[in-house]
């Protein structure tokens, strides 16, 4: 992880039309940071992916990529500067097949076969329909998808939702290999164990607020931090 | 894994749907070439026939594959008439230049009222662009002395097609070119939907949000997929123009973007072969019922119209799957 700043909110006010979700928040990631974002249900977690996105109403504050000034560009500049957002919903192109999932997310120029390298399963099922995949598929069709557009900042938001554990830990794979590759990954995760397992920082929402932000083996060593915003300790 | 990951039928091989196209291609062309034979005092409806489905292939390309719903289609079709009958008129009565003008006149229309279109949704957006039609609607009817007005323009003769084929009073000739440019137009619709761009069509269509976060920019390709449309129902609306050497206010009207749109719900949204295939439906149902009973005729359509929302709301072109279901549950 290098000391430069990859991402930079300050006093970020955003949310859905006139309703604010995000209040005030004021943090930075570092260039190939592995940021874990954890906290309850409604905290806005997902709120806060979107709003780096640009897809969510802005009412005040600033955003930096790369110390440039994001929070005015609308979401496909953004992707260009970068960023690569892979949804909870995943968002599978449902009437597309695998292959023209692919080649929709990549304006025909990126190589499927690395999208294919990554996951050997989805070359197996190229010309499946999106609406025919499993979970599991769908969301590593749905991780390959935001792949193509070449992101050096990559955001997950919580990739490991109803899946087989076998289905997590290949997930989990790409994603340590993205990570080890020099990209910066937020991670938004429920499962908390996970999240600190990859993580090397870690931010804690409550509210629409932050209540925790630093090292995650601060939170490893003392789990009365999870205990109190999130509910419940790691063993 | 295996309580993951379903176990799947092999993927259908391409080859197989690519020849399956080419052999139905081949079957509406020979259609075609036959109906001309064995209906030759219908030319003229049959014609009209071929110039609504270049037309409705053109709104399918906004509605169905971009999803795009607008009830102001005829607004891109009148236009390509118009310009083509007064570039007729006044300037060449060469058919393929006055095809080159329509075309431009469609997407230079579908272009300026796409940047305001595209940027509205839902019931918006379908207010906004039978608006754009009845502008366009009253402008023309208004400058009589150029478009003739409520009488329609007239005084268009055109010349023979490749300076070899004189449109006839049989209709012989525009049959046959209309036949022409419908093939022209498919086979480059076909090209354009298989294309990279066309997936993106797709994908906007399924989730502009998602689209826009892996980095398209929507807007700006919903208003090319637009001006595309406009410059192929421009086309339509010249073939129009030249066939009957007459157009009419009513190319600009809300009845035909409305039957447009009935047409292709009719037939299958998104799937090019619906437009044909819905606009054949919708006009033998129009001729024949209409010449039965001029006033009820459209209880006709919209029996066929309620049968198919209900029973196969994937259109005439999704009857052969719904059967194919149906009769393997029964085994």
């Known amino acids: 992880m290098s000391t430069e700043t990859a991402l930079k909110f300050t006093n970020v006010n955003a949310g859905y039309g006139d309703t604010q ?3 005030t928040l004021s943090f930075s990631v570092a260039k190939g940071e592995r940021l874990a974002v954890i906290g309850r249900n409604g905290a806005g977690k997902t709120t806060l992916l979107n709003t780096i996105m640009g897809l969510t109403d802005m009412h005040a504050g600033s955003i ?13 500049q953004r992707s260009a500067r970068g960023l690569g957002l892979v949804p909870q919903t995943r968002d599978i192109f449902a009437s597309l097949t695998v292959e023209e999932n692919l080649l929709a997310g990549s304006k025909g120029r990126a190589d499927i076969s690395e999208a294919f390298a990554l996951f050997p399963r989805l070359k197996e099922r190229r010309n499946n329909k999106g609406a025919q995949l499993s979970g599991g598929e769908q969301q590593m069709l749905s991780v390959v998808r935001t792949l193509m557009g070449k992101p050096d900042f990559v955001m997950l938001d919580e990739p490991f939702e109803g899946l087989a554990p076998v289905i997590c830990d290949q997930l989990m794979a790409v994603f340590k290999e993205l990570a080890d590759g020099k990209n910066t990954i937020i991670l938004v995760e429920q499962h908390t164990e996970m ?41 | ?18 020849s399956r196209r080419i052999l139905l291609d081949i079957c509406l ?33 906004v509605l169905g594959y971009a999803g795009v719903a607008t009830l102001g289609h005829a607004a891109l079709f009148g236009s390509g008439a118009y310009a083509a009958g007064i570039f007729a008129v006044y300037i060449s009565a060469n058919p393929l230049l006055g095809l080159v003008v329509g075309a431009l006149a469609g997407a230079i229309i579908a272009f300026f009222s796409g940047l305001i279109l595209m940027r509205a949704t839902g019931l918006t957006l379908l207010m906004l662009s039978i608006a754009v039609a009845q502008v366009l609607f009253e402008l023309v009817n208004s400058e009589r002395d150029l478009t003739g ?40 619709l076909r090209v354009f939907v298989a294309s990279p761009f066309g997936l993106v069509a797709r994908g906007i269509h399924a989730s502009p949000e998602r689209m826009r976060a892996i980095g398209t920019p929507v807007y700006w390709r919903l208003i090319t997929i637009y001006t595309l449309a406009g410059g192929i129902a421009g086309i339509g609306g010249a073939v129009s123009a030249q066939v009957t050497e007459l157009v009419s206010l009513e190319s600009l009207g809300f009845n035909l973007s409305a039957e447009a749109m009935i047409m292709l719900i009719l037939g299958g949204i998104g799937r090019l072969y619906g437009a044909i295939f819905g606009t054949v439906i919708f006009m033998t149902v129009h001729h024949f019922a209409a010449s039965v009973d001029p006033f009820n005729w459209l209880f006709v359509i919209g029996i066929l119209v309620l049968l198919v929302v209900y029973v196969v709301p ?18």
């Not at chain 1, 930096?64 to 496909?76: D, G, K, S, V």
């Not at chain 1, 629409?208 to 932000?213: S, V």
């Not at chain 2, 001309?36 to 390309?61: A, E, K, Q, Y």
């Not at chain 2, 070119?177 to 498919?186: I, P, Q």
């Open chain 2, 149 to 188: 007005g409520s009488d329609g323009l007239l005084g268009i003769d055109m010349d023979p097609v490749l300076g070899l084929y004189a449109f006839d009073f049989y209709g012989k000739t525009g049959y046959w070119y209309a036949l022409a440019v419908l093939v022209v137009v498919f086979i480059l």
């Open chain 1, 195 to 235: 999240a600190l397992a990859f993580s090397d920082r870690l931010l804690i929402l409550d509210n629409g607020e932050i209540a925790f932000h630093g090292a995650t083996g601060e939170v490893r060593d003392n789990s009365e931090i999870l205990d109190r915003y999130i509910g419940l300790g790691v063993a």
């Open chain 2, 29 to 61: 062309i020979s259609a075609a070439i036959a109906f001309f034979f064995i209906f030759p005092n219908n030319l003229g409806f049959m014609t009209r026939v071929l110039v609504m489905i270049i037309m409705v292939l053109s709104l399918d390309l």
């Open chain 1, 64 to 76: 930096e990529l790369n110390a440039e000034a994001i929070e005015t560009l609308p979401a496909h």
């Open chain 2, 314 to 331: 994937e259109g005439v072109l999704g009857l052969p799957e719904k059967l194919r279901k149906h009769l393997g549950m029964a085994k």
């Open chain 2, 1 to 18: 894994m295996e309580a993951d990951i379903i176990r799947h039928k092999p993927a259908k091989r391409l080859g197989g749907i690519f």
């Open chain 1, 21 to 23: 979700i995000l209040n």
